[in-house]
């Protein structure tokens, strides 16, 4: 049984030191007891490597106990999705298909905003429009690396 406060960044105040909850967790969960584990009971493997552009921004609004961050589940998400798709197609393909199934659901987006006319103001719904018509024409530059495959021709 391990203790999480061990974990936890610790900061030194008033002769004590004290659990720094605005800050992340040390990863030594994972890597000290999971991956020794996984390394005995499972074999190494070479899958295809993801990249992910990570903008990590911290932001802070006054009187904020904990900064705003970007939601770590939908990247767990979204790498769980192209791993699949990587896996299943292979690697070349699985990313056109990753990046076409993103379009879908922006557009998706898009389409449930009008509908439902949400209190989307109009700058973030072009903003929205134009990063999808960008990946569109981004998907449609990248389509001839992968000609062979009959519904991308």
């Not at 900064?67 to 690697?91: F, I």
């Not at 929205?128 to 001839?144: I, P």
């Amino acid at each position: 049984m391990e203790s999480l406060a061990q974990f936890a960044p610790q900061s030194y105040k008033e002769r004590a030191f004290i659990s720094e909850i605005r800050e992340t967790v040390d990863p030594g969960l994972t890597t000290q007891i999971l991956m020794p584990l996984l390394e005995a009971n499972g074999k190494q493997i070479f899958p295809t490597i993801l990249k992910k552009h990570v903008r990590d921004d911290v932001c802070w609004s006054d009187g904020a106990v904990k900064p705003w961050r970007r939601c770590t589940h939908w990247l767990v998400l979204r790498v769980a999705v192209q791993r699949h798709l990587s896996t299943l197609l292979g690697g070349e393909l699985g990313r056109l298909q990753y990046k076409f199934l993103i379009c879908l659901m922006m557009e998706q987006f898009l389409v449930d905003a009008m509908i439902q006319q949400t209190n989307l103001d109009l700058e973030s719904f072009i903003f929205f429009k134009t990063k999808l018509c960008s990946r569109l024409n981004k998907l449609e530059v990248e389509k001839d690396k992968v000609r062979s495959v009959s519904y991308f021709a």
